[in-house]
Every structure is written in C-alpha cells, then in structure tokens.
C-alpha cells in the first residue's frame, strides 16, 4: 500500500508518477517504476516516500529486497515523525531486520507512533508494556 503524505514542493510532484505506476492508474501497473519515482521524492525529503522506499525495500516490491535499506528510510521517515514509519521500524526492532534485535528500543518507537495517532502502535506499546519490556 502506498503511503500518500502532504508536503509541498519539488518532491511532492514525483509522487503522482510513482502512484500512478504503483496502482496502473493511466500507465500499466509497474512497480520498480513507482519504486523509481517513489525514490527520487525520498531523496528530497518526502517522508510518506521515504516510508513508501522503505516498504519496497522491505518486501522487495519494485526492487531487491534489503532490510538494511528499508531500515534506513524507516528511520528517516520516522525521526521526521512519521507514525507509520515508527510503527515499521519497531518491528525491524523486534525481528531484529536489518539491525540487531533491542526490545527496548522496539517499545519507544511503538510509543512514539502511539502518540502521533497510530492505533497499532498504541497496541504494540501496551503489549509490550504486559510482556514486561
């Protein structure tokens, strides 16, 4: 699923190809085209792109699947606040892809993403919290 986020500018403009390839909305559906476009707004700044890489990374949709990459735009994406990728990147945490696993450090992003409004992570947090983390 694409992440569409709202920021003005340059890099918000690359974000309608890469939708339209990833949904073959007026273009045939081609994902290392969305990945294409959906990267160059990430290099700029975008950060529902940098979450939108991060999940191409991850589940090797548009290009080779690489933990370490995802993890890096997870992590852009979400020290700039973004819930969703808080919530990814705490995963990455506790499967221990593409860092080390640190439970601890999995429980604050869920939180961080619980209060920035992400339901899931305010359930993640409290499930850590009754495992004792």
Known sequence: ??????????????????????????????????????????EQGNTSAQHNVAVAYEHGQGTAMDFNKAFYWYKKAADAGLASSQFNLGLMYVKGRGVAKDLTKAKELFRQACENGLPNGCEAYKDMESRGY
């Open 1 to 42: 699923m694409v992440h569409i986020g709202r920021k003005t500018g340059e890099s918000l403009s690359r974000v309608p190809p890469a939708i339209a390839f990833y949904h073959g909305k007026g273009v045939a559906q081609d994902y290392a085209q969305s990945f294409i476009w959906m990267g160059k707004a990430a």
